[in-house]
């Protein structure tokens, strides 16, 4: 018998709502849980989100943290104000920002959980898991496994992020292939005219849909320039950015050349 049989909690039974401004973030997410649990709605923004919830019934919320219009706390505090059971909801934060401040900010904020982009499927499940099962029968489950930050392309990293599901591994690596391709030179143009609030909210996004890529080393160098754009707004990023469009070209050629995915990592 498993820790869902013997406490009488299911999965399958859950409705779970997920809240994500970035495309490729949302069809990783749901498409993800889709086999898991009872069913899986999107929403691009937290205005949406709210609207979804007064229609809606939901016993999860998997919420984004930096969006435009509303952020996630805003959002998060909208739905409990909600007369509605999807007030009730346990509300999971989802951010690429991994200070244990942040964390211990958002759980004193009423957060359910906090989770750091990039998260496998399996590890997102185990966290949903935690939230319904006891404590003693919560800490037995799975928790998510260091990423392998060595290679530009880790194949093996890509299935485990998409629970093994080969078809959704290679749709994250083909919408980051075109992500980057289309929005390199905006971030140029961000950098290029200081507008490092623009190009951090950028980064946030691309941390989070290089890990379910498999493109770890560019989800780290996403996370650094992020960092240092935010904790020096008016000085140059230097080296940081050489160092992400370095890491993002490579990144770009090597996921065109992972034709199949081997559980090989790929460097240049």
Known sequence: MNAQQSSGFSLENLRVLVVDDHPINREFLGAGLKAAVASVELAADGPSAIERCRQCEFDVIILDLHMPRMDGLATANSIRDLGHRSAHARIVALTADTRPEE???LLQAGFDDYLTKPIT?????SAIERLFLPASVANAVEREQPANTTCLVDPARALAAANDDEQLARRMQTMLIEELEGKLPLLDGMIGC???QAAADLLHQWAGAS???GATRLAQACRMLRQRLLDGLDSS???AYVNLLRIAHGTI??????????RRAIDP
Do not use: E, K, Q
Request: hydrophobic letters at 35%; aromatic letters at 4%; proline letters at 4%.
């Open 237 to 239: 990023p230097g080296t």
């Open 211 to 213: 890990g379910y890529a």
């Open 103 to 105: 964390r211990a900010r």
């Open 121 to 125: 499927i399996r590890a997102l499940i």
């Open 253 to 262: 050629g090597a996921l065109r050349r992972c034709s199949t995915l081997r």
């Open 194 to 196: 200081a507008d490092h």
